[in-house]
């Protein structure tokens, strides 16, 4: 197989799968991309939050990947449901599978599935304009929320909530969750961790953007700043530099004594030590027993342990940003925390001859962590598995033609990156009415019909 032109098969349109398809594309592989939305770029367009447009700016690196020679982009394609892996086998020589970790963890905790209690993965995927999640009965009618986590997510929610809305109507926010953010009643917004806060997951530079927030102070209980000797330890730590830089904000938060603000529209407080035992209510959430923790272990392996201790936080919203976890399509082995597929150095081994191999690259290779620029150095080590094993690949049985008549005879409405453009052109011509870096279309149907693409709705696609 050394000699023959490899034809790869990238299941999903995210960071992993661009990185993946540049680096095959430099070693002069032909790439088909497989996407089940209508729209690239995965997380950078559905996860980064609309009020950092900076980093969005890597979806043009994308797009010039996008016009290398051998790549084509098959959007509204989803594997599992348009396409199976079988018949991508019998296509291809290899497939990458790159569609991300798209389950929002949950708690396990009774009163979770009530109204007004949500994943950051459904809230977020809301406030970014997916059309899955376009419909997501949020209702910010109530006085608090609260926001379980202490990661960079948490704090991309916690930012949405307390921003005036007159700053987040020149971000690329979708209209619908605009207009619920325009009549928000929320004045408090809780951010809690199980363990302390030499322990946060936040980065500094986004935590330090809770010091500028307009007419939003944040509040730390001074006693929470209060370390234990395995905690000092563990800030001086080199592994752990953001979180000096943290516990160095949290004080300045502290000193500044916002609980007593009572003037401002908003406030956010961090609270530590803390673990949602039940949400309560009517219905929907109304209140929150926290349970509250301790910490216990060995420096760096500190975890929380709860004691007897409780108290009760009024709130109608509740976000659990606790993590992502990858599906297992169509039989894709999953690793034993069932958060990632299982893999070995990006290969995945499953005994079987299945037609083409199998590789891995993104957050479905890594599991949840990392930020956009990780998922290169990753895809391109993922590639070099590939081509290091390329001399075992086996003839594709069919050509990729004969993959497109399937589709077309099944009535699959492929989006090609041509049509993404036009898609693209006209949520910036939307948004520049307003000042507007974009303004999103937000359901299957509208993205077809901007894309020039007569489109017959299936059933769940809105
Ligand atoms: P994804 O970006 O999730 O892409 C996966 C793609 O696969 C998606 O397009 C999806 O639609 C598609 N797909 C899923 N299932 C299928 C299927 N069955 N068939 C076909 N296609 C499928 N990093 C930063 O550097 N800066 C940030 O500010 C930042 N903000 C973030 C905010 C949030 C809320 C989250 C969750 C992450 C953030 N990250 C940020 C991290 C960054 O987004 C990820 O590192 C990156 O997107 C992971 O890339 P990926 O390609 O593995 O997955
Ligand atoms: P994360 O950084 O892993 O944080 C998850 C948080 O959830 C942690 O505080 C964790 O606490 C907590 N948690 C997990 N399970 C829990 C449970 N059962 N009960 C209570 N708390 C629980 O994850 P993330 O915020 O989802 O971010 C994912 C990745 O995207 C990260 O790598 C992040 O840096 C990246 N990202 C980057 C940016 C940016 O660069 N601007 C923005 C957003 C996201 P413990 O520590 O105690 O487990």
């Known amino acids: 197989m050394n000699d023959v032109p490899l034809k790869v098969a990238v299941v999903g349109a995210g960071p992993g799968g661009f990185y993946a398809a540049e680096s095959l594309l ?4 032909a790439v ?15 996860g980064v939050a609309p009020d950092h447009p900076k980093l969005k700016s890597v979806t043009a690196v994308f797009a010039r990947i996008a016009e290398m020679d051998g790549f084509r982009f098959f959007g509204n394609v989803e594997l599992g449901r348009d396409v199976s892996i079988a018949e991508l086998d019998a296509h291809y020589h290899a497939i990458i599978f790159a569609y991300g970790a798209e389950r929002g963890n949950t708690l396990g905790i009774p009163g979770e599935n009530l109204q007004g209690s949500f994943t950051a993965h459904e809230f977020v995927a809301w406030y ?40 987040l109507r020149q971000t690329d926010i979708a209209d619908h969750a605009l207009d619920a953010l325009a009549e928000s009643a929320i004045r408090d917004i809780y951010i809690a961790g199980r363990r302390g806060p030499v322990q946060v997951q936040f980065v500094g530079k986004e935590l330090r953007e809770f010091a500028a927030l307009t007419d939003c102070p944040s509040c730390v209980d001074m006693a929470d700043l209060a370390l234990g000797s395995v905690c ?16 160095d904000l949290l004080r300045t938060f502290a000193d500044a004594g916002c609980a007593e603000d009572q003037a401002a529209k908003r406030r956010c407080h961090f609270l530590f030590n803390r673990t949602p035992l039940a949400l309560r209510g009517q219905n929907r959430v109304q209140t929150v027993t926290l349970g509250h923790t301790a910490l216990q ?7 929380a342990v709860e004691t007897s201790e409780t108290s009760e936080l009024e709130c109608g919203l509740v976000v659990s940003s606790i993590g992502y976890k990858t599906v297992g399509i169509d039989g894709l082995p999953l690793a034993d925390r069932g958060d990632r597929l299982h893999h070995e150095d990006g290969r995945i081994v499953n005994g079987a001859d299945r037609g083409a191999a199998h590789y891995v690259a993104g957050w479905a290779k890594r599991g949840p962590q990392g930020t956009i620029g990780t998922n290169r150095g990753d895809s391109v080590a993922t590639v070099e598995t590939l081509l290091a094993d390329r001399a075992s690949f086996t003839e594709p049985k069919e050509p990729r033609t004969h993959l497109l ?5 099944r009535g699959t409405e492929i989006v090609s990156f041509e049509h993404w453009r036009k898609i693209d052109a006209c949520e910036v011509v939307r948004g520049a009415t307003n000042g507007r870096p974009r303004n999103k279309l937000t359901s299957v149907a509208e993205m077809m019909a901007n894309a020039g693409i007569e489109h017959h709705q299936t059933a769940g696609a809105s």
């Open 232 to 247: 000092q330890d563990e800030l001086v730590h080199p592994s752990r530099k953001d979180a000096k830089a943290c516990v």
């Open 32 to 46: 088909d991309m497989y996407e089940k939305l209508p729209v690239p770029f995965g997380l950078v367009r559905f």
């Open 26 to 29: 430099r070693s002069d592989v």
């Open 405 to 409: 008549s399937i589709l077309a005879n």
């Open 297 to 303: 272990g060995e420096m760096l392996k500190q975890h």
């Open 128 to 167: 970014n304009g997916h059309p899955d999640f376009k419909e997501l009965a949020v209702d910010l009618s109530c006085r608090a929320a609260l926001i379980i986590g202490q990661g960079n997510v948490a704090l991309d929610v916690a930012r949405i909530l307390a921003k005036p809305v007159d700053e």
